[in-house]
């Protein structure tokens, strides 16, 4: 399968090896929204039996890089998107599978612009993580920048 024919789950599991090793499960990769499963694996369980920080920290980095693939595919033969900054607040104990729901904190056509006008955008990615009983665990934000192949 070409890249042109992999999804951005399949293309993310296949380039980021953590992905692949956390069996992420990418249900929905949208330029609005992306939605990534973290199954409830015991090897990567912390002391009291969930999703380990550092799993869920993944899982919800993983969701911001879907949604960027998603939100600026079209933009990666003139720039590379670049995760710049990320924090966390775990807000609930998460037991068993959990969903990181992540989206845009600006307008796609916004960050193009400025890419477009040769400055280096940045944007946020805000990041849910939810147990299977809807409640939220964690909330992330990432920021990431399109960093332009050829700075003018």
Excluded: C
Aim: no cysteine.
């Amino acid at each position: 399968m070409s890249a042109d024919q992999m999804s951005i789950g399949e293309m993310l599991a296949a380039t980021v090896p953590m992905a692949r090793t956390l069996n992420l499960e990418f249900r929905e990769t949208s330029p609005g929204r992306a939605v990534v499963a973290l199954p409830d694996q015991s090897d990567y369980h912390n002391h009291v039996g969930g999703p380990h920080a550092g799993a869920m920290f993944t899982l919800g980095e993983s969701a911001s890089g879907a949604i960027v693939l998603a939100a600026f595919g079209a933009e990666l033969s003139r720039a590379v998107p670049l995760a710049v900054s990320a924090e966390i607040a775990y807000k609930k104990l998460a037991m068993g599978p959990v969903t990181a729901t992540a989206t845009l904190g600006r307008p796609a056509a916004d960050v193009i612009a400025e890419l477009d006008a040769g400055e280096r955008p940045e944007f946020p990615v805000a990041i849910e993580i939810r147990r299977e009983d809807g409640a939220v665990t964690g909330e992330m934000t990432v920021v990431w920048t399109l960093r332009p192949n050829n700075p003018s």
